[in-house]
C-alpha cells in the first residue's frame, strides 16, 4: 500500500489550492483520512480529519478556511484550502489510520500509513 500525495505548491496569500492523496495496493479500505502539517523547526499538527462516515474535524488554524473530503470509491482524500496565509506554508502529510487490504482472498488491517508529503507555501 502506498499513499501519494500531490497538489501542493507556491501561492500568494489569500489564494486557494486543493492537495489530493490516493491510497494504491489491494486496498479495500481506509478508515480515518488524515492532513497533518509540519512546518520548519515545529512539530507535524493535525489539520483536519474524515472518519469512514464523513465526519469531520478541524484545527482551529483550519476551520472556515479548508474542508476535508473523500472519495471513498478512489481510496482518495483531500484537502481543499482557502483564504491561505502565510503561517499556512508547510508540508503537508496525508495519514490513513487503518487500511483494509484485500489480496488472496483474505482481508486483513494494516495500520498508520503515511503519504510522502507536499510542499505549500504562501507568500505574502
Known amino acids: 500500500v502506498q499513499l501519494q500525495a500531490s497538489g501542493g505548491g507556491l501561492v500568494q496569500a489569500g489564494g486557494s489550492l486543493t492537495l489530493s492523496c490516493a491510497a494504491s495496493?489491494?486496498?479495500?479500505?481506509?478508515?480515518?483520512w488524515d492532513w497533518y502539517r509540519q512546518a520548519p523547526g515545529k512539530q507535524r499538527e493535525l489539520v483536519a480529519s474524515?472518519?469512514?462516515?464523513?465526519?469531520?474535524k478541524y484545527a482551529d488554524s483550519a476551520k472556515r478556511r479548508f474542508t476535508i473530503s473523500r472519495d471513498n470509491a478512489k481510496y482518495t482524500v483531500y484537502l481543499q484550502m482557502n483564504s491561505l496565509k502565510p503561517e499556512d506554508t508547510s508540508v503537508y502529510y496525508c495519514?490513513?489510520?487503518?487500511?483494509?487490504?484485500?489480496?488472496?482472498?483474505?482481508?486483513?488491517?494494516?495500520?498508520?500509513?503515511w503519504g510522502q508529503g507536499t510542499q505549500v507555501t504562501v507568500s505574502s
Open positions: 474524515i472518519t469512514s462516515d464523513g465526519s469531520t
Open positions: 495496493g489491494s486496498i479495500f479500505g481506509v478508515n480515518t
Open positions: 495519514h490513513a489510520d487503518r487500511v483494509e487490504i484485500y489480496q488472496d482472498s483474505s482481508l486483513w488491517y494494516e495500520y498508520d500509513y
